[in-house]
């Protein structure tokens, strides 16, 4: 069973709606745990819509999981992160208009500049995982950096608007997860899994972990967070 990593940034989006100070992702990131999640992500991202630096900081003191540090591979974000040192970084790409992260990571275009961040969070003893589309070329590209990780991008599958589509992006998710298994890079996956479409994308052995947020949190503020964990955590046994 993979685990499920929880990210608590749409507790933020509700209280940065109204510049006020509830309701609070770190003690959200509490009851995540409580309900027996296996780790907490957070995106600290450029504009600071949701997650604020001092977020950050109390999640990396109070998370007795494993906090995962979704950011963009900026001078800013790495000199956070080795200040911060959560237990992994996963780099995604980063765009300022975009409502959520919209496609995985170009890591061959960008390879210059992700493996020298890479490098840099390495030196600081942090591991990295980089968001990928999943495409042949990108995960060799992946390993090429140093990444010990990568995780797919499962937006496509999530949007396929019909069964006969969702099966061709899911063999694109499974010809992608057999490349990353033939090059030993551990395998994560997210964006856009919900109560509904995650049961196709748990059922993958080699995905070890998955990486979801805005359906639990969306859950969460109609049965209560506890509750829309321990749902997901279920469906994905
Ligand atoms: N994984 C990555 C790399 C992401 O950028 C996001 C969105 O922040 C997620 C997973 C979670 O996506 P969602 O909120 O759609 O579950």
Do not use: W
Not at 2 to 9: A, E, F, K, Q, Y
Not at 62 to 88: F, G, H, S, W, Y
Not at 142 to 162: D, L, M, R, W
């Amino acid at each position: 069973m993979p685990r499920l990593g929880v990210n608590i940034d749409h507790v933020a989006t509700v209280r940065q709606a109204r510049g006020v100070i509830y309701p609070d992702p770190v003690t959200a990131a509490g009851i995540v745990e409580l309900a027996g999640a296996d780790g907490i992500v957070c995106h600290l991202r450029e504009d600071r819509r949701h997650i604020q630096d001092r977020d950050l900081r109390i999640l990396r003191e109070i998370i007795q999981t494993r906090l995962n540090l979704e950011m963009a591979a900026t001078e800013e974000m790495v000199r956070i992160a080795l200040a911060t040192k959560p237990d992994i970084v996963t780099l995604v790409p980063e765009k300022r208009e975009e409502l959520t992260t919209e496609g995985g990571l170009d890591v061959i275009k960008f390879f210059p500049s992700l493996k020298k961040a890479i490098q840099r969070l390495h030196k600081g003893g942090i591991p990295v995982s980089l968001f990928v589309d999943p495409k042949k070329e990108q995960i060799k590209a992946s390993e090429e950096t140093g990444a010990e990780t990568i995780e797919i991008h499962t937006g496509h599958y999530c949007n396929a608007e019909t069964l006969s589509r969702e099966d061709e992006e899911l063999k694109r998710i499974l010809d992608a997860v057999a490349e990353a298994s033939h090059r030993n890079l551990q395998i994560a996956a997210g964006h856009g899994l919900n109560y509904v479409n995650v049961r196709r994308i748990a059922e993958i052995k080699e995905i070890e972990e998955l990486n979801i947020g805005h359906s639990i949190i969306g859950r969460a503020v109609l049965v209560g967070m506890d509750q829309a964990v321990r749902e997901m955590i279920a469906l994905i046994r």
